[in-house]
C-alpha cells in the first residue's frame, strides 16, 4: 500500500514566524496529486494547497506554500508569517485511484502569541 | 452553499446496535466517500463511490456497508457496532477524480 509519512507529530512556533512542516510519500506514479489540509478544533477539514506532480513550480497560496521535490518524494509546507488562527492539525494527503486519498498521521501545529 | 451535510453531529451507541449516518451534497459532484479518523492515524477511507448505484471498499471497509442510489446521498451502515468503531467519520465529495475533497463537518461516534 502507498504511504504518506509526516515525521512530525506535534510543532510549535511564535505567531509571525515561519514554519515547515514535513511530508514524504511512496508512489510508482509518474502523475499524481497531493494536498495540505487543515484541521482547526471546530473538527472542519479545510483544503490548503494542492499540486500537481507534473508541475515543477511550487504551488503557492497567499501565506502558504510547498517546497515539491518529486524525485526525493517531498512535499512539504512551509507557513509565512503565521497567525494564532493557523493553530490546527494539518495533514499532507496524496491522491491514490479514483478519489481515494491517502493521509499521513498528521502534524499538530501551535502558533503561540 | 449546504455543500456536504453530515447527520448526526454526535451519536453515542450500544455494542451491537445498528446504525446509519447521513450524508448529502448538493453540489452534483460524482465522487463521494467516507473517511473515518483516529488518533495518531489521520483518516483512513472506509468506502467510495464513483457515481449513483456504484460503490467500492476501501482501506477499511469490515463492519460497514454502504449503498449510492442517488448522486446526492451516501449514507454509511453499521450493522452491528463495536467499540472498535469509536471514531470520527467524515463524509467527503468532488467533481472529479482529482478535484480537492470536500469535506462533511464530521460525526463523532462513541461505541461503548
Known amino acids: 500500500a502507498q504511504t504518506v509519512t509526516q515525521s512530525q507529530p506535534e510543532m510549535s512556533v511564535q505567531e509571525a514566524e515561519t514554519v515547515t512542516l514535513s511530508c514524504t510519500y511512496d508512489?510508482?506514479?509518474?502523475?499524481?496529486?497531493l494536498f495540505w489540509y487543515k484541521q482547526p478544533p471546530s473538527r472542519q477539514m479545510i483544503l490548503v494547497i494542492r499540486?500537481?506532480?507534473?508541475?515543477?513550480q511550487n504551488a503557492t497560496e497567499n501565506r502558504f506554500s510547498v517546497n515539491f521535490q518529486k524525485a526525493a518524494k517531498s512535499f512539504s509546507l512551509k507557513i509565512s508569517d503565521s497567525q494564532l488562527g493557523d493553530t490546527a492539525m494539518y495533514f499532507c494527503?496524496?491522491?491514490?485511484?479514483?478519489?481515494?486519498?491517502?493521509f499521513g498521521q498528521g502534524t499538530r501545529l501551535t502558533i503561540n502569541p | 452553499n449546504a455543500g456536504v451535510t453530515q447527520t448526526p453531529k454526535f451519536q453515542v451507541l450500544k455494542t451491537g446496535q445498528s446504525m446509519t449516518l447521513q450524508c448529502a451534497q448538493d453540489m452534483n459532484h460524482e465522487y463521494m466517500s467516507w473517511y473515518r479518523q483516529d488518533p495518531g492515524m489521520g483518516l483512513r477511507l472506509i468506502h467510495y463511490s464513483v457515481g449513483a448505484g456504484i460503490t467500492d471498499q476501501g482501506e477499511v471497509p469490515n463492519g460497514y456497508n454502504v449503498s449510492r442510489s442517488t448522486t446526492e446521498d451516501f449514507p454509511l451502515r453499521l450493522l452491528s457496532a463495536a467499540p472498535s468503531q469509536t471514531s470520527v467519520y467524515f463524509c467527503?465529495?468532488?467533481?472529479?477524480?482529482?478535484?480537492?475533497?470536500?469535506f462533511g463537518n464530521g460525526t463523532r461516534l462513541t461505541v461503548t
Open positions: 499540486q500537481e506532480a507534473y508541475k515543477q
Open positions: 494527503a496524496k491522491i491514490q485511484g479514483a478519489q481515494k486519498l491517502v
Open positions: 508512489t510508482s506514479e509518474s502523475n499524481y496529486y
Open positions: 467527503a465529495s468532488s467533481y472529479n477524480s482529482n478535484s480537492p475533497l470536500h
